[in-house]
């Protein structure tokens, strides 16, 4: 190819692995888009990111990724990431998967990992769906969309994550849908900065399972339903930023704020205990 | 550590972890395991390394694969209700060749069982637990003392292979307190990792060496190397192909089958004129030992065949015991998992009697003698 017209994100992807495997129309690309753009302005060595998926559609990112990738098992990167991240706390570790993978099969480890302020970045695209398995009921279905297992509308009350992470202990919450592309690039910036536990949603179309079950259109008719109805309230309370079918969607940076992560907890609690026989363990991957 | 102590098989198991080198273990508290990263959580401050308390042991089993990745040598801990949850995780890195080592302290099952007392029942679990094909190493200590030393064994076989490794202790040896001796650190014999000495370019993370296994780097090294679950190719991308699926699962398999005669690891003793041998492995070859003495002084020909590395099998050996043999006794507190595979090795050739327990408490030796006076008839 003319090396003028290539992206220049080309170089950040396996470019041997292309095609990839989704659907047109899907957003998952779109975000992986803008997580180059972010790391791209990032500053950071990129031989010290390392991004940790689960399964699923968008657990496929880290494969098409030319960074340090892992490929884990259902529900299970966030504790892969945790133990990545202790052993080489020099390392930047990038959680990214779906809403199936991260809150209803591994909802355990996302609730505990916020809570122990683990330092990762846990980025969920948010489709309201399972794509891979054909469009099941996921823990974020709003209520009356049709899924296989929902094949009369969803009855089960969805999860608002943002409320979920805040509540947990997330020291930034962001929501943005693949509408709001720059806006979505800046929050991977800046969570790419924070140190903690840091929680991206990205709301994105399933054009291929969700949106045709429920007669929503095509891609691009999700992205006019979030241009339309999205509302940027920056510091909103999470109590209320729950989601509804084809309804309002409050999107911005909820919360930003301070907490010591586990290792910091760890090295000042055991420096007190133990003085100078102690080693900081985080200071020897402190970076020059 | 170096010097001789009055400590339980935990704990013993615990130190030899630390003297193998390892410095990262996340686990979730079962009895009766507990103490070993108890023991671990107070020691490793001051070691350099860490201890973290996972959610479950879900998270335990996978978040030490993560610190693998990263460089560390690591091991979780467990027993029944937690190896069951494992599982998943046994496959992940039976899949990416992860090396790590899971200790299972057995208790009594199926379930919750008895949480408190002793089982051998976890064998073929660790065999055959997790889904697909693949082929883990397991090892049996019978003593304290063994805890420490063959858990260095543990810990080398598991960077040499690149296989996830059961340490199979139960809740007597977990338990009992004997007298263990550490060698000076010198004279304990670690492996490192296999680390590759290919520039990024070259490197290619899951093209095997001549013994069937890969050379590893570890994540921030600038290899940008890529690891999945998923059946993948020497790049280590996914392949969904049948000739994608038989190269890697035959060299998975083939890297601990074609070394089988490499991985023997037993105790015998009076094996050469035994009309009876019995096979056993970890504590209840403590029981077979007295049972083998009181037969020999009744004048019976019996020999005693201990199984150290319990996976893979030494069925060569057992084979080859069949040709002379009358009779092998296995006793095992279980209800008769071993013997499947003594019963598959002599495979006629000899009568093989099963000796089973369902656990609680270790065999009367009695029951293995009437056994013995049995098979010897």
């Avoid at chain 1, 586990?262 to 420096?271: F, T």
């Avoid at chain 2, 093209?207 to 998923?230: C, F, Q, S, W």
């Amino acid at each position: 190819m003319d090396p003028e017209l290539e992206s220049p994100l080309m170089p950040y992807l396996r470019q041997d692995r292309m095609p990839h495997i989704w659907c047109p129309g899907c957003g998952i690309g779109t975000t992986v888009n803008c997580f180059v753009r972010a790391l791209m302005e990032s500053g950071l060595n990129l031989d010290q990111v390392a991004v940790v998926s689960g399964i699923g559609c968008t657990g496929r990112v880290a494969g098409y990724l030319k960074l340090d990738s892992f490929h884990t098992t259902h529900g299970r990167p966030i504790p892969f990431a945790t133990g990545l991240k202790l052993a080489n706390p020099g390392l930047k570790v990038v959680v990214y998967s779906g809403d199936g993978d991260l809150f209803a099969i591994g909802g355990n480890h996302f609730v505990h990992g916020a809570r122990r302020n683990m330092d990762i970045m846990v980025i969920c695209v948010n489709n309201y769906t399972y794509g891979m398995t054909g469009g099941q009921a996921a823990p974020t279905t709003p209520l009356g969309a049709v899924q296989t297992t929902m094949p009369f509308g969803n009855f089960e009350n969805p999860f608002n994550l943002p409320f979920l992470a805040d509540a947990c202990g997330a020291v930034y919450v962001a929501r943005w849908t693949v509408y709001h592309v720059r806006q979505l690039a800046r929050a991977m910036k800046e969570g790419l900065a924070k140190k903690g536990f840091v929680f991206i949603e990205a709301l994105s179309p399933c054009p291929t399972l969700y949106s045709r079950r429920n007669r929503l259109g095509d891609g691009v008719d999700q992205l006019k339903y979030y241009k339309a109805k999205s509302i940027i309230k920056d510091g909103a309370d999470t109590k209320e930023v729950g989601l509804s079918f084809q309804g309002e969607i409050i999107v911005g940076k909820f919360v930003d704020r301070e907490r010591p992560t586990w290792l910091e907890s760890m090295d000042k609690h055991y420096s007190s205990v133990f003085g100078e026989k102690y080693k900081p363990y985080g200071a020897a991957y402190a970076k020059a | 550590m170096t010097g001789v102590h009055f400590i339980d098989g935990d704990q013993a198991a615990c130190e030899g972890a630390l003297a193998a080198g390892c410095r990262f273990v996340a686990g979730y508290p079962i009895t009766p395991s507990t103490e070993v990263v108890e023991r671990f959580a107070s020691r490793i401050p001051l070691i350099g390394g860490l201890f973290i308390q996972m959610e479950d042991e879900i998270a335990s089993s996978i978040a030490i694969q993560g610190a693998v990745w990263a460089g560390k040598k690591v091991m979780t801990v467990t027993s029944g209700p937690g190896l069951s949850l494992m599982m998943e995780h046994v496959g992940f890195a039976a899949i990416t060749e992860t090396p790590c080592v899971f200790v299972d302290v057995q208790r009594g099952g199926p379930s919750t069982g008895l949480p408190t007392l002793p089982a051998q029942s976890d064998m073929m679990q660790v065999k055959w637990g997790s889904h697909g094909d693949y082929e883990p190493i397991a090892l049996s200590p019978n003593s304290p003392q063994e805890c420490f030393d063959l858990m260095i064994n543990a810990f080398n076989l598991a960077e040499l292979y690149r296989v996830p490794v059961f340490f199979m202790m139960d809740e007597v040896v977990g338990h009992m307190t004997e007298r263990v001796v550490i060698p000076e650190a010198s004279a304990i014999e670690v492996a490192e990792r296999r680390w590759t000495g290919k520039p990024p370019g070259e490197y290619r993370p899951y093209e095997a060496n001549d013994d069937l296994v890969p050379d590893m780097v570890k994540a921030g090294d600038g290899y940008r190397i890529h690891v999945t679950g998923l059946t993948h190719d020497e790049r280590g991308y996914p392949t969904m192909h049948p000739a994608g699926q038989k190269k890697l699962v035959e060299r998975l398999v083939g890297k601990i089958r074609h070394h089988r005669e490499r991985l023997v690891d037993v105790r015998m003793d009076g094996l050469d004129d035994a009309e009876v041998v019995l096979v056993s492995f970890g504590i209840t070859s403590r029981v077979a030992g007295p049972a083998m003495e009181e037969a020999r002084q009744r004048g019976g020909r019996v020999g005693h065949l201990r199984l150290v590395i319990t996976w893979p099998f030494p069925s060569s050996l057992l084979r080859k015991l069949a040709k002379h043999v009358k009779a092998f006794v296995v006793p095992e507190l279980n209800m008769g998992q071993m013997v499947l595979e003594v019963e598959r090795a002599v495979a006629g050739k000899a009568q093989v009697i099963s000796v089973p327990h369902p656990g609680g408490t270790v065999h009367e030796p009695e029951d293995i003698l009437q056994k013995i006076l049995e098979a010897a008839r």
